[in-house]
């Protein structure tokens, strides 16, 4: 198969005499991107530019053109369009721009229609494209290895049209291929069953002086058979869009771990809030209590004295009745009572009493034991 694919691009370029490899620079890693061969005298114009931002992989663009500047083969930069039913609450819209308005897949042939205005050329007739088959089998296979809920979808139009150039009458076969996915999927704790769609155009312009398009198709066929990615390029290029893409969930996650932060910060912060009160409570509860039991304590001693008083009060009055008189032993804290008609009581430590009214009697050096003298209390 690849044998008779060479023979007949070798074949293509043999027709179209002396040739030259041209190239597109990605100016974003100053590589070659892309490789077209071309007919030697021929112009060419070419580049890469990046993609929208509904669908970011890079794209070239080129012109060729004949040295008189009648014969031309362009490709316009890639037109991209998204939109989704079913809806994600509080999906993030679109950035506005660079994305078509459109909210539904536009059939090749539609789109044609409007380019041919856009164009201002002229309708000719609808021309079916010669690899119409080869687009249709290659969705089939996208489709056969797309993942679950994933379908890819497109087809292919072209238009003959006319208009001039300086004067000189021209044709031009203005071709677009559309392709969609759409990609199922449910989202949310509620499972609710959004698809995402995303479409693409591609439009190529291939012209001729009136009369001689058909003639020109070799050349065109053999140079788009020509065009080639650089491996090296689109290795390089494959990895900046998976870092990116791992650099956006790496700063989803950490939004998410920051917004986790945040709550924990906050819940700790009212966590403390709540002990602090927590605290003050407690605090407010011991005042509150010890003020009772000091209010307490305090009556309660006020009783005591009250009744103290009032039992010391009866005691002295019933002593006093009975002519009696309490006495402290200052060495043994022992309170005793005898006749209050004695002033001063001694008492020696076999517990013999003695009672005097005299002021200068003492009893000790008399050889009948060591007196103390007792205390009067009232």
Same mark, same amino acid.
């Given at each position: 198969m690849w044998r008779s694919s060479l023979l007949i691009l070798a074949m293509a370029l043999t027709a179209m005499g002396a040739t030259r490899q041209v190239q597109a620079i990605d100016p974003m890693l100053n590589m070659r991107a892309y490789t077209w061969t071309i007919p030697s005298n021929w112009i060419f114009e070419g580049g890469v530019?990046?993609?929208?931002?509904?669908?970011?992989?890079?794209?070239?663009?080129?012109?060729?053109?004949?040295?008189d500047g009648i014969a031309e083969l362009k490709l316009l930069p890639r037109m991209d369009w998204t939109w989704q039913t079913g809806g994600i609450p509080n999906a993030p819209a679109r950035p506005p721009g660079d994305c078509l308005p459109l909210k539904r897949m536009i059939p090749a042939n539609?789109?044609?229609?409007?380019?041919?205005?856009?164009l201002?050329?002229?309708?000719?007739?609808? !021309?079916?494209?010669?690899?119409? /088959?080869?687009? +249709?089998?290659?969705?089939?296979?996208?489709?056969?290895q797309?993942?679950? #809920?994933?379908?890819?979808?497109?087809?292919?139009?072209?238009?003959?049209?006319?208009?001039?150039?300086n004067s000189i009458p021209v044709d031009e076969y203005l071709s677009v291929t559309v392709r969609c996915t759409e990609n199922t999927r449910r989202f949310g704790v509620n499972q609710v069953l959004t698809s995402l769609y995303a479409c693409s155009a591609w439009v190529q312009r291939a012209r001729a002086r009136q009369g001689q398009l058909e003639a020109m198709q070799g050349t065109y066929n053999a140079v788009g058979k020509s065009f080639a990615i650089d491996p090296q390029w689109n290795q390089k290029r494959t990895q900046m869009e998976i870092d990116k893409i791992h650099e956006q969930q790496r700063q989803g996650?950490?939004?998410?771990?920051?917004?986790?932060?945040q709550i924990a910060a906050a819940s700790q912060a009212r966590h403390e !809030?709540?002990?602090?009160?927590? /605290?003050?409570? +407690?605090?407010?509860?011991?005042?509150?209590?010890?003020?009772?039991?000091? #209010?307490t304590n305090m009556s309660m001693n006020r009783t005591q004295e009250s009744m103290n008083s009032r039992s010391r009060a009866a005691g002295d009055w019933a002593d006093y009745a009975l002519d009696q008189q309490k006495r402290l032993d200052p060495r043994t804290g022992e309170i005793t009572k005898d006749s209050s008609a004695y002033?001063?009581?001694?008492?020696?430590d076999a517990g013999k009493r003695m009672q005097t009214n005299d002021v200068n009697e003492n009893p000790n050096g008399r050889g009948s034991g060591n007196w103390t003298l007792q205390q009067n209390v009232h």
């Open positions: 530019i990046n993609g929208s931002s509904c669908m970011g992989a890079p794209l070239p663009v080129f012109r060729m053109m004949s040295p539609e789109f044609l229609k409007y380019m041919v205005s856009m201002g050329v002229t309708f000719v007739r609808d !021309a079916p494209p010669p690899n119409a /088959a080869e687009f +249709q089998e290659s969705l089939r296979k996208a489709n056969a797309a993942i679950p #809920g994933m379908k890819v979808s497109g087809d292919a139009a072209r238009f003959l049209v006319t208009y001039n150039i996650m950490e939004a998410i771990k920051q917004q986790g932060r !809030a709540f002990m602090q009160s927590q /605290a003050m409570r +407690q605090r407010q509860h011991e005042q509150f209590l010890s003020t009772m039991q000091r #209010g002033s001063y009581t001694w008492v020696n």
